[in-house]
């Protein structure tokens, strides 16, 4: 199940995917281009199945009601992948109440992976991926105001925040796993920086720019997704892994640095237990964890 597969780097993975075979289910907003990409999907590798799940991440009762339709339609998952997201957007809240960015890139990711793990569980080698940023490295988040933007707003800030708590809880969630004798594999990637829709909405400087040059001169979806692909769909990398291509912008993919921050462990489960109070859900592997 990949997120956000309609577009960019979503739709270079599930295309990945498809071509090996696999059944693909792509998690995305908008019906119409989930039914146009299922349609690309079939035609380009007719082996496996292509299925569609609407979810809505602004909203915290779209994930539930995916989670319920996920369960109902599969018994299993082999490979969750986090991809959607929103970059750089002018400021809003969403209808839970919580900044926009922080929603859609971190508490809804996160409420929608801690939903299936017992579905990922009944694989024999499942994977679950995060997808962050290079500018994780930019945030100094502190957990009791996660759910808030910055004051006052900059959407580059709000941005790096919701990376690096992707990264914190990556992390956190893999330590809590191998604690609980967990089969599952929890790891995180980044793309560098590819030519996507990402910063094309909004009203600021850079996403002007991002509009009008990113597709000129940024590395392809294609090029950015491999990193992405090779924590997803590869057991090269060990759970915990943060990968990312070898440069900064673009490069095969190696272990990524972390940021201190990001990879404190005490960081880690105050981010954690911070996003689950948010999204009032419990977390829950082969055995209940703390």
Same mark, same amino acid.
């Given at each position: 199940?990949?997120?956000?597969?309609?577009?960019?780097?979503?739709?270079?993975?599930?295309?990945?995917?498809?071509?090996?075979?696999?059944?693909v289910?792509?998690? %995305?907003?908008?019906?119409?281009?989930?039914?146009?990409?299922?349609?690309?999907l079939?035609?380009?590798?007719?082996?496996?199945?292509?299925s569609?799940?609407?979810?809505?991440?602004?909203?915290?009762?779209? %994930?539930?009601?995916?989670?319920?339709?996920?369960?109902?339609?599969?018994?299993?998952?082999? /490979?969750? /992948?986090?991809?959607?997201? %929103?970059?750089?957007?002018?400021?809003?809240?969403? #209808?839970?109440?919580f900044?926009?960015?922080?929603?859609?890139?971190?508490?809804?990711?996160?409420?929608?992976?801690?939903?299936?793990?017992?579905l990922?569980?009944r694989s024999?080698?499942?994977?679950?991926?995060?997808?962050?940023?290079?500018?994780?490295?930019?945030?100094?988040?502190?957990?009791?105001?996660?759910?808030?933007?910055?004051? #006052?707003?900059?959407?580059? +800030?709000?941005?790096?925040?919701?990376?690096?708590?992707?990264?914190?809880?990556?992390?956190?969630?893999?330590?809590?796993?191998?604690?609980?004798?967990? #089969?599952?594999t929890?790891?995180?990637?980044h793309?560098?920086?590819?030519?996507?829709?990402l910063?094309?909405?909004?009203?600021?400087?850079?996403?002007? +720019?991002?509009?009008?040059?990113?597709?000129?001169?940024?590395?392809t979806?294609?090029?950015?997704?491999?990193?992405?692909?090779?924590a997803?769909?590869?057991?090269?990398?060990?759970?915990?892994?943060?990968?990312? #291509?070898?440069g900064?912008?673009?490069?095969?993919?190696?272990?990524?640095?972390?940021?201190?921050?990001?990879a404190?462990?005490?960081?880690?489960?105050? +981010?954690l237990?911070?996003?689950?109070?948010?999204?009032?859900?419990?977390? +829950?592997?082969?055995?209940?964890?703390?």
């Amino acid at each position: 199940m990949i997120t956000g597969a309609t577009s960019g780097l979503g739709q270079q993975l599930a295309s990945l995917a498809a071509l090996r075979g696999a059944d693909v289910i792509v998690a %995305v907003r908008s019906p119409e281009r989930a039914e146009r990409t299922r349609l690309m999907l079939e035609d380009l590798a007719p082996r496996g199945t292509i299925s569609t799940v609407h979810l809505d991440l602004t909203s915290f009762d779209s %994930v539930q009601a995916a989670l319920a339709e996920i369960h109902e339609r599969w018994d299993s998952l082999d /490979v969750v /992948v986090n991809n959607a997201g %929103v970059m750089a957007i002018d400021e809003a809240l969403g #209808p839970d109440g919580f900044d926009l960015t922080m929603t859609v890139n971190h508490l809804s990711a996160t409420l929608l992976s801690v939903g299936v793990i017992d579905l990922l569980e009944r694989s024999s080698a499942p994977r679950l991926t995060f997808t962050s940023s290079v500018v994780h490295w930019l945030s100094r988040l502190r957990p009791g105001l996660l759910g808030e933007a910055p004051s #006052p707003y900059r959407r580059w +800030v709000a941005y790096a925040r919701s990376k690096e708590a992707n990264l914190a809880t990556a992390l956190e969630l893999d330590r809590r796993a191998r604690d609980a004798n967990s #089969p599952l594999t929890i790891l995180c990637a980044h793309p560098g920086v590819a030519a996507t829709h990402l910063g094309h909405e909004g009203h600021g400087l850079s996403n002007l +720019v991002m509009r009008s040059l990113g597709p000129h001169l940024l590395p392809t979806a294609q090029q950015g997704a491999a990193s992405l692909a090779e924590a997803a769909f590869t057991d090269s990398y060990p759970g915990g892994s943060f990968v990312g #291509p070898s440069g900064l912008f673009a490069g095969s993919p190696h272990r990524a640095r972390v940021s201190a921050y990001a990879a404190d462990p005490r960081h880690g489960r105050e +981010v954690l237990d911070r996003t689950l109070a948010l999204i009032d859900a419990q977390l +829950v592997f082969n055995l209940r964890t703390s």
